[in-house]
Nanobody, 122 residues
Framework: QVQLDELGGGLVQAGGSLRLSCIVSGHNLSGYRMAWFRQPPGEEREFVAA?????HYADSVKGRFTIWIDVTMNALYLQMNSLKVEDTAVYYCAAADSYYGDISLSGQYAYWGQGTQVTVSS
């Protein structure tokens, strides 16, 4: 059973930075497509970034966020710079056991973390 645990959320001022971590247990994350999604208050869950052999980003975060994996730590990371108030959301890491398919669709991912709150103040 794959388990995902997010760390690193919190409160930060606009323009600041945060790093989210997602620790994967129960399976080696090599071979999984890994992603970050977020759910702003009162809105639906949306795609943020994904990593396979390549990386993909939502237009809203491109140039500000960086996604990567560390196979030695069996972990997924998201570095968030130049944060904006509109980045406020619960952030979720997700894993899919296939590299293929639409990487931005939440339904493609079978495994999810519990979420971590990121709040950006003005």
């Amino acid at each position: 059973q794959v388990q995902l645990d997010e760390l690193g959320g919190g409160l930060v001022q606009a323009g600041g930075s945060l790093r989210l971590s997602c620790i994967v247990s129960g399976h080696n994350l090599s071979g999984y497509r890994m992603a970050w999604f977020r759910q702003p208050p009162g809105e639906e869950r949306e795609f943020v970034a994904a990593v396979r052999w390549d990386t993909h980003y939502a237009d809203s975060v491109k140039g500000r966020f960086t996604i990567w994996i560390d196979v030695t730590m069996n972990a997924l990371y998201l570095q968030m710079n130049s944060l904006k108030v509109e980045d406020t959301a619960v952030y979720y890491c997700a894993a899919a056991d296939s590299y293929y398919g639409d990487i931005s669709l939440s339904g493609q991912y079978a495994y999810w973390g519990q979420g971590t709150q990121v709040t950006v103040s003005s």
